[in-house]
């Protein structure tokens, strides 16, 4: 298994410019999430979905989108980025055991300039 | 939304055991308590989970008494490649109006 796998890696926008985060997983979860994280700071929850087509705001969703066709794939969508909007990206997805917390797998980053 | 609170950072030596406390007074019925390891540069990594009582595994055992109100992440034995930061989560995905939130964590740096 590859696990939750996001491109690209590294991405330098301008103000205005809009781009798509992708983020795919191949564990078959059914929750999947988008995070960021400013430096020297935790990670703040942007967008999660409980499974395809269901999608809910998070801490700080202002700004961003996302969706949820499949169960595999969601991708998070940046229309006229801000210079706020430099982070580092986090996809990540779990399985839920029902209520309670449940392990999240993280995928590896997308680092995100805005100048 | 249970909120918690860790120490910003601690230091300690290799070889030594190394305990994080974090505190959530307001831990719900249904909260479980989630313990993650973030290195620079990549995701944060889950370590153990637990409800109460005492949960074990190969990387580290979580301590929750009684009341919950507290948990206290133990690192038996620690290396140098156990510097990382330490996010406490408590929370509940599925009630309304819940948010996981990561919070600061704790900078955890082992010394040789």
């Known amino acids: 298994n590859a696990g939750v796998t996001q491109t690209p890696k590294f991405r330098i926008l301008k103000i205005g410019q809009s781009m798509t985060l992708q983020c795919a997983q191949d564990?078959?979860?059914?929750?999947m999430y988008w995070y960021r994280q400013d430096p020297g700071m935790g990670l703040k929850l942007i967008y999660y979905?409980?499974?395809?087509?269901?999608?809910d705001k998070g801490e700080v969703p202002n700004g961003y989108n996302v969706s949820r066709s499949t169960t595999e794939d969601f991708p998070l969508r940046l229309e006229l980025a801000a210079p706020s909007q430099t982070s580092v990206y986090f996809c990540?997805?779990?399985?839920?055991f029902g209520t309670g917390s449940y392990e999240q797998y993280f995928g590896p980053g997308t680092r995100l300039t805005v100048t | 939304l249970a909120k918690t609170t860790q120490p910003i950072s601690m230091d300690s030596y290799e070889g030594q055991e190394v305990n994080i406390t974090c505190s959530h007074n307001n831990i719900a019925t249904n909260d479980y308590i989630t313990w993650y390891q973030q290195f620079p540069s990549q995701g944060p990594r889950f370590i153990i989970q637990?409800?109460?009582t005492k949960v074990t595994n190969e990387v580290a055992s979580l301590f929750i008494p009684a009341d919950r109100k507290s948990s206290t992440l133990s690192l038996p034995r620690v290396s140098l490649s156990d510097t990382a930061v330490y996010y406490c989560?408590?929370?509940?995905?599925?009630?309304?109006?819940?948010?996981?939130?990561f919070g600061k964590g704790t900078r955890l740096h082992i010394l040789p």
């Open positions: 564990m078959n979860h059914n929750y």
């Open positions: 979905s409980v499974g395809a087509g269901i999608t």
């Open positions: 989560l408590v929370g509940d995905l599925l009630a309304e109006d819940d948010k996981i939130i």
């Open positions: 637990g409800y109460k």
């Open positions: 990540a997805s779990s399985y839920s």
